[in-house]
T-cell receptor, first 114, second 117 residues
Framework: EDQVTQSPEALRLQEGESSSLNCSYTVSGLRGLFWYRQDPGKGPEFLFT???AGEEKEKERLKATLTKKESFLHITAPKPEDSATYLCAVQAPILTGGGNKLTFGTGTQLKVEL | NAGVMQNPRHLVRRRGQEARLRCSPM?????VYWYRQLPEEGLKFMVYLQKENIIDESGMPKERFSAEFPKEGPSILRIQQVVRGDSAAYFC???????????????FGEGSRLTVL
């Protein structure tokens, strides 16, 4: 069974204090790894897709990287508006039962303070 | 361009009643997914539908839960004889691509929060 573990569960940063969120995964062949952002009371919002080890994607202050066992979401010089829960999800290949579903982690709740 | 629309946003039911949650996908999207988010747990896949077809219901509980996506109108997730453990946020997502080709980029609605008393 596919598993996704995110750490830390919660993270408090001062504005401008860079850090990284971790996503460890176990999947029978990785079709894709995805990062989403979720604000309180809202649905998840897509951020990145990573397909293979060594791949990196960037968007504003966020950078996602991927290895064979884990992914990191690096946040550079965060601002209060970056406060949200960041979710990691994996998708297994269709032939190994991945089908159409994403397996999500429980998320890292990030709070950026002034 | 409206996003994924879910209603009701909040629903309160007593044990034994029925809950119906509706989802209208983004314009141009014909693939709908339902996920459930329990307190302190991650999003869990329930079902994937195309118009008039259930493609993958491997995440749906075997009893009391059903889903449909008719030719006309929204997708509906129906929970019969609700129990307290059904209290959760139910999210609908849509995609313009089929599961075979989908890159996993889903567009989520804001969710329907079910409370069972």
């Amino acid at each position: 069974e596919d598993q996704v573990t995110q750490s830390p569960e919660a993270l408090r940063l001062q504005e401008g204090e860079s850090s990284s969120l971790n996503c460890s995964y176990t999947v029978s062949g990785l079709r894709g790894l995805f990062w989403y952002r979720q604000d309180p009371g809202k649905g998840p919002e897509f951020l990145f897709t990573l397909y293979s080890a060594g791949e990196e994607k960037e968007k504003e202050r966020l950078k996602a990287t991927l290895t064979k066992k884990e992914s990191f979401l690096h946040i550079t010089a965060p601002k209060p508006e970056d406060s949200a829960t960041y979710l990691c999800a994996v998708q297994a290949p269709i032939l190994t039962g991945g089908g159409n579903k994403l397996t999500f982690g429980t998320g890292t709740q990030l709070k950026v303070e002034l | 361009n409206a996003g994924v629309m879910q209603n009701p946003r909040h629903l309160v039911r007593r044990r034994g009643q029925e809950a119906r949650l509706r989802c209208s996908p983004m314009k141009g999207h014909s693939h709908v997914y339902w996920y459930r988010q329990l307190p302190e747990e991650g999003l869990k896949f329930m079902v994937y539908l195309q118009k008039e077809n259930i493609i993958d219901e491997s995440g749906m509980p075997k009893e009391r839960f059903s889903a449909e996506f008719p030719k006309e109108g929204p997708s509906i997730l129906r929970i019969q004889q609700v129990v307290r453990g059904d209290s959760a946020a139910y999210f609908c997502a849509s995609s313009p691509l089929s599961g075979v080709f989908s890159p996993g980029e889903l567009f989520f609605g804001e969710g329907s929060r079910l409370t069972v008393l």
